[in-house]
């Protein structure tokens, strides 16, 4: 199972982005998809989740009302769009996804619920 995230890059204080993870193969069964962040010398951090067939989606409190989670089912592939970017959103972004129910209640917030991971993608925010 190999998850490619791709979009990040260099954006001025206020404007957006749109980040994208493929899952493949096709054949592969998602349960929940996740995008993290994490800035070098810090833990990683959660930034939004969904189940893949659509529901249950879920935003950290600072990205919440900036950022959007979506799907496409027939790609394969999940979406992060970044609106209203801050300074504070520059993060290596990471998405990941697991194959089973969540763990406990709010584990969809650890990233050890999620199995598989991309390779992360830059995203830098100048002020």
């Known amino acids: 199972v190999q998850l490619q995230a791709s979009g990040g890059g260099l954006v001025q204080a206020g404007g957006s982005l749109r980040l994208s993870c493929n899952a493949s193969p096709r054949s592969f069964d998602t349960y929940t998809m996740a995008w993290f962040r994490q800035v070098p010398g810090l833990e990683r951090e959660y930034v939004a989740s969904?189940?893949?067939?659509?529901?249950?989606?879920d935003y950290s409190a600072s990205v919440k009302g900036r950022f959007t989670i979506s799907r496409d089912n027939a790609m394969n592939t999940a979406y992060l769009q970044m609106n209203s970017l801050k300074p504070e959103d520059t993060a290596v972004y990471y998405c990941?996804?697991?194959?089973?129910?969540?763990?406990?209640?709010?584990?969809?917030?650890?990233?050890?619920?999620?199995?598989?991971w991309g390779q992360g993608t830059l995203v830098t925010v100048s002020s």
């Open positions: 990941a996804a697991d194959r089973h129910a969540p763990r406990y209640s709010g584990s969809i917030r650890s990233s050890f619920e999620y199995d598989y």
């Open positions: 969904m189940r893949w067939s659509g529901g249950n989606i």
